[in-house]
T-cell receptor
């Protein structure tokens, strides 16, 4: 069964800093990897989806990369803002499975 | 924009009650999912459905059942609620032939407490 790990569990940075969130997964036989954002008490918002044939995806100040062979993905946030404070989750699938497997998330705090 | 609506944000029920959680999506998505989210455990899939009247068990189906009579609506049922089912429940919908083909869209969640 696919296992997804996110380290660290929490991260605090001053406003304006660039930062990287990490995600690792145990089975490289995947179709896609997704990054989500979750605000306190809310559902998940999809940020980026990287297909297994791609190396990265960009949306505004966010850039996600995927190294399928090593089982790793990173989410790069440029010029962080207090509004970026949230929990960020990564999720991937597994060939033959019909569901996503989620990490437990990294709780990001951007300090003004 | 895709809208996934869960009927209740907060719900308090008693042990042994039958509990219904409702989810409606407005984008004609084929796939719908029910997850529960617990601290330290992340999101775990309870059930999913890839078509009307079709359902598949996820990782933790015990104590739950689901119903999908119409494409836009997916219901989660706790047959006899127990305290270990106190959790945040999240519904999602999406397109594609597998769970990862397209982004999943989530509702705001239902925080369920069983007393």
């Amino acid at each position: 069964k696919q296992e997804v790990t996110q380290i660290p569990a929490a991260l605090s940075v001053p406003e304006g800093e660039n930062l990287v969130l990490n995600c690792s997964f145990t089975d490289s036989a995947i179709y896609n990897l997704q990054w989500f954002r979750q605000d306190p008490g809310k559902g998940l918002t999809s940020l980026l989806l990287i297909q297994s044939s791609q190396r990265e995806q960009t949306s505004g100040r966010l850039n996600a990369s995927l190294d399928k062979s090593s089982g790793r993905s990173t989410l790069y946030i440029a010029a962080s803002q207090p509004g970026d404070s949230a929990t960020y989750l990564c999720a991937t699938d597994q060939t033959g499975a019909n569901n996503l497997f989620f990490g437990t998330g990294t709780r990001l705090t951007v300090i003004p | 924009d895709v809208k996934v609506t869960q009927s209740s944000r907060y719900l308090v029920k008693r042990t042994g009650e039958k509990v219904f959680l409702e989810c409606v999506q407005d984008m004609d998505h084929e796939n719908m999912f029910w997850y529960r989210q617990d601290p330290g455990l992340g999101l775990r899939l309870i059930y999913f459905s890839y078509d009307v009247k079709m359902k598949e068990k996820g990782d933790i189906p015990e104590g739950y059942s689901v119903s999908r009579e119409k494409k836009e609506r997916f219901s989660l049922i706790l047959e006899s609620a127990s305290t270990n089912q106190t959790s945040m429940y999240l519904c999602a919908s999406g397109e594609g032939s597998a769970a990862g083909d397209q982004p999943q869209h989530f509702g705001d969640g239902t925080r369920l407490s069983i007393l």
